[in-house]
């Protein structure tokens, strides 16, 4: 059974920093791309950033480029999301996504994970 | 970035109606489309990849179509379980987006 398990959300200052980690279990880690994905209290989807499976491909939102950095540890079948100067408009829930089999769309999800940026 | 347009935002039906919903990219991404379930409190649940492809362990009654920039999703008899908000998702370019959200209620 595949899972994802976020942690490391909580409550933040704006201009702080954050990291949060999904692990994973079910499936061969390292043999898919990963991605995470937020969502506003009450708001829509929002893609955040993608991994490779190896990690030399990354890609983020315009939203969060040069703030945020996405990594990922094969041997330990961990993916991360460094969030570096947080603003009030980064309070979200996000989710850890694993690609499906053919393409960049999200065939399992975690449960996410809330940040809270406010003074 | 791609836009995705979905329409209606909400809609009212009962159990047993067909429902659908319409996603419009504001350019062409051939079948790189995808649909989304979510119900209040929950991660999303993939339904439909490829446009058209039903993902395993998703009821029949789901069904999707298009290409290029118009695409639909179709609930053949809604059930009491399918009340939920349903996204489209490009992934034919990144960035990766998704449509607004189409919320559907109890009439």
């Known amino acids: 059974e595949v899972r994802l398990v976020e942690s490391g959300g909580g409550l933040a200052q704006p201009g702080g920093s954050l990291r949060l980690s999904c692990a994973a279990s079910?499936?061969?880690?390292?043999?898919?791309?990963m991605n995470w994905v937020r969502q506003a209290p009450g708001k829509g989807l929002e893609w955040v950033s993608y991994?490779?499976?190896?990690?030399?491909?990354?890609q983020y939102a315009d939203s969060v480029k040069g703030r945020f950095s996405i990594s990922r540890d094969n041997a330990e079948n961990s993916l991360y999301l460094q969030l570096n100067s947080l603003r009030a408009e980064d309070t979200a829930v996000y989710y850890c996504?694993?690609?499906?089999?053919?393409?960049?769309?999200?065939?399992?999800w975690g449960q996410g994970t809330l940040v809270t940026v406010s003074s | 970035a791609i836009q995705l347009t979905q329409s209606p935002s909400s809609l009212s039906a009962s159990a047993g109606d067909r429902v659908t919903i319409t996603c419009r990219a504001s350019?062409?991404?051939?079948?790189?489309l995808a649909w989304y379930q979510q119900k209040a409190g929950k991660a999303p649940k993939l339904l439909i990849y490829d446009a058209s492809n039903l993902e395993s362990g998703v009821p029949s009654r789901f069904s999707g179509s298009g290409s290029g920039t118009d695409f639909t999703l179709t609930i053949s008899t809604l059930q009491p379980e399918d009340f939920a908000t349903y996204y489209c998702?490009?992934?034919?370019?990144?960035?990766?987006?998704f449509g607004g959200g189409t919320k559907v209620e109890i009439k």
């Open positions: 998702q490009q992934f034919n370019s990144f960035p990766v987006t």
């Open positions: 079910g499936f061969s880690f390292s043999n898919f791309e």
């Open positions: 991994i490779s499976s190896s990690g030399s491909s990354i």
């Open positions: 350019q062409g991404i051939t079948s790189g």
């Open positions: 996504a694993k690609v499906g089999t053919y393409d960049v769309y999200f065939d399992f």
